[in-house]
């Protein structure tokens, strides 16, 4: 490197090129193993073919969609929920937008404490819903889910949350893959954070939902691997949610109720252009809170519940293994490898910590504008998500140390002393019930 770049060029850079690439490999095993291969390598290759068989998908598409508006089937959309009241009159105006209009709405009011059964009842008047039912005591998500169930009459299920806003070809866009292959039993749509502008919170998970959901899911449901159908936004075959006998009880019931389906022999799959909005929390603090909610349900339910997927059995998949492996591997596994990699960092090269840290840093930042230009390339909103790039740089201290930090806690309080039956998110009859029969 010649004199000019040295005075260019951070002075831990220049150490680093000095160093020499053994030690450098050496010293950034997790990134390169781990980081790099999982979230560039696989998903530009993934993304690449993704794009390459776009024509062909589409003459797929066109034909699936003429399929659907030729039936017109009745869709059943489902919202349950409490204290849901203020959101519904934007949620209704939503879908009344739609392209597809043969569907009905029933809205479950689970125990709302708030004027939600005063709106509601208005709202079945008026004829904005269809049906609006109450628990009088609140039992829990799954449980209002599986009461709207009861009701249905359609022949797919849209499973959405009251706050949520959608493109006005959402509803198509979400039962269009249905007509595609026979074999898929539910279908995932593409969540985005609404209210990315509230806070640097808000901002962050804007980019964090456009890198996991966006990207991620692409790369997944391509793989066949595809896992976790978002209770904000998911479809489901009205016959197949009967088989698998709807929702059980739990924080992490959209991932649960996503294995039961593919264990019963079905295919998931994840339909980018089904868009919704969503709020996601402002504030850390309400973060982390959902945060563990959701990272003890890996632990619940893809470690325990779940672990026939892992052995040879009867109904053994090796796609469900793989999609169930890579979540627990990527999640859990890498984690605590992780702090293996703190651990090596701290013990055998403390003296030169400083220059480890703000090399991860860089490497973390690279990586990050890496994503986003993949991104880019798929995304129906580039000029509102242009104003997300400058926030890059604090996705290195969010996801490679806030999360993770959380994650951990999540994994620990899990595994050793099964908080998530604690969780108030569920009514503690509904988890004491759960906990007994195993959910």
């Excluded at 249905?152 to 959405?160: F, P, Q, S, T």
Aim: glycine share 6%; with cysteine; hydrophobic share 45%.
């Amino acid at each position: 490197m010649g004199p000019i770049w040295e005075h260019i060029l951070p002075e831990y850079i220049t150490y680093w090129h000095a160093v020499g690439i053994p030690k450098f490999v050496r010293i950034f095993w997790y990134f390169i193993i781990f980081e790099l291969t999982r979230y560039i390598c696989i998903d530009f290759v993934i993304a690449g073919l993704f794009k390459m068989t776009e024509k062909r998908r589409a003459a797929k598409w066109q034909l699936a969609r003429a399929k659907l508006f030729a039936e017109n089937p009745l869709v059943s959309i489902i919202i349950p929920g409490k204290n849901e009241g203020p959101h519904l009159f934007k949620l209704t105006k939503s879908l009344a937008e739609q392209s597809y209009k043969n569907f009905e709405l029933i809205i479950v009011d689970d125990g709302s404490n708030d004027g939600t059964p005063i709106i509601g009842k208005n709202f079945q008047r008026l004829g904005l819903i269809h049906t609006f039912l109450r628990n009088e005591m609140r039992g829990g998500k799954a449980s209002a889910a599986n009461l709207a169930l009861r009701f249905c009459k359609g022949k797919i299920v849209v499973h959405l949350d009251a706050d949520c806003s959608f493109d006005f070809d959402a509803i198509e866009n979400i039962i269009i893959p249905f007509y595609m292959d026979n074999k898929i039993g539910a279908v995932g749509g593409n969540v985005k954070v609404r209210n990315y502008k509230d806070s640097l919170c808000s901002k962050l998970q804007a980019i964090e939902y456009l890198k996991t959901v966006s990207i991620g899911r692409i790369v997944t449901s391509t793989l066949g691997i595809y896992k976790i159908i978002s209770g904000a936004f998911g479809a489901f075959r009205m016959d197949v949610i009967d088989r698998v006998g709807g929702w059980d009880i739990g924080p992490g019931l959209d991932g649960d109720i996503t294995v039961k389906i593919r264990k019963s022999g079905f295919k998931t799959v994840f339909s980018p252009t089904a868009i919704c909005l969503t709020n996601a929390p402002a504030k850390f603090k309400i973060l982390t809170k959902q945060r563990l909610r959701w990272d003890k349900s890996i632990i619940r339910f893809r470690v325990r519940k779940h672990k026939d997927v892992y052995f040879p059995n009867q109904g053994f998949s090796w796609s469900n293994f793989f999609a169930l492996f890579e979540n627990v591997f990527y999640n859990v596994i890498l984690d605590f490898t992780w702090w293996i990699y703190i651990i090596d960092m701290t013990l055998n090269y403390s003296s030169n910590l400083n220059n480890i840290i703000l090399m991860n840093l860089t490497l973390y930042f690279c990586v990050g504008f890496v994503q986003m230009s993949s991104i880019y390339i798929f995304s129906e909103r580039r000029k509102e998500e242009l104003y997300l790039w400058k926030y890059l740089p604090f996705m290195s201290v969010y996801t490679g140390l806030y999360l993770r930090l959380v994650r951990t806690r999540a994994y620990i309080d899990e595994w050793f002393f099964k908080k998530s039956y604690d969780d108030p998110w569920n009514p503690l009859k509904s988890s004491t019930q759960a906990k007994i029969n195993g959910f």
